[in-house]
């Protein structure tokens, strides 16, 4: 069984699944009953089935940014569908905190997608006759909220992503960016506690997709969402995630750490993944850092969490060590300095456990 090992922090567990399987083809449940739920490649050929999911295991912690990421044909978006029963799993446990997913009724699971799951895809699937506002208030119309709250709670979405002034325009109208935009507002106008998406940003430039992710990120920090996000480009994925899951051929290969998977990955497969990264991108300063605060007086400060490509300039401009200040708690829990952020820029500073 591919299993998540490595914790995120403390927080409780929001979603998980323990030895998923999607199955596509005649009497792929019979196979997989006969094989006890384990069957091997062999078997799956023998009897003309696709597994496009295999014995996937993992825990989704709430608030987390969780990314699924794999080639294409890896099962990545198969599993997120099988995460929210859009696909029905073939075998295995799925949880939603407490409640048992797999036996939710078509009708429980329905109000379950309508109040809790938020959702956007690649293609915004946007209502062409309607305007903005009616696209993002469509889910609460689904959910027969009255018009006045509809909209009012609507245009608070459209504010909160930057569409202010928008609302009458059609999507004909706006731009890929924008777009994109909509969707995403219209996903949250549920309030939802689970936020699936699944390549929100392939389809769009360059420029405006980092615009979109940094907008991602603006959301998460305001907003606290649990966030399952499928993508391709592991680019994406370390600037996006607090932990990754890759995958290959519908099996988990590694759950960890932007950091760790560029550190440790578990095989030749997740190496090829990121062996172009360079390691300053991914290593925190809280991994290279001294544990004692020995910096002058009036030293500046950075973040623990805080990545070295983005504190180096600072610190080898200053002269001096740098206070590291830890922005949960606030206090100061060691100190940075040139020697860690050269050793780290030159490869041969990975940081400790």
Known sequence: MHADTREAGDAPVKLACRGLWKVFGEHADRVLERSGGAPDAATLARHGLTAAVRDASLDVHTGEVFVIMGLSGSGKSTLVRCLSRLVEPSLGALTLEDRDLLAAPERE????????????????????????????????????????????????????????????????????????RVGIARSLAVDPELWFLDEPFSALDPLIRREM??????????????????THDFDEAIRLADRVAIMKAGEIVQVDTPERLVLSPADDYVAEFTRHVPTAKVVGVSSVMRHEDTAPAGAAEVGADERIEAVAPRVLAAGT?????????????????????????????????
């Open 109 to 180: 699971l329905t109000e379950i997608r309508r109040h809790q799951m938020g959702m956007v895809f690649q293609h915004f699937a946007l209502l062409p006759h309607r305007d903005v506002l009616g696209n993002v208030a469509f889910p609460l119309e689904i959910q027969g909220i009255g018009r006045d709250e509809r909209e009012r709670r609507a245009r608070e979405m459209i504010e909160l992503v930057g569409l202010d002034g928008y609302e009458a325009r059609r999507p004909a109208a706006l731009s890929g960016g924008q777009q994109q």
């Open 213 to 230: 992710q940094d907008e991602l990120l603006r959301l998460q920090r305001v907003l606290h969402k649990t966030v399952i996000f499928i």
């Open 321 to 353: 060590s740098l206070r590291v200040r830890d922005p949960g708690s606030g206090r100061v829990v060691g100190t940075i300095g040139r020697d860690e952020v050269i050793a780290v820029l030159a490869g041969t500073g990975g940081g400790h456990e």
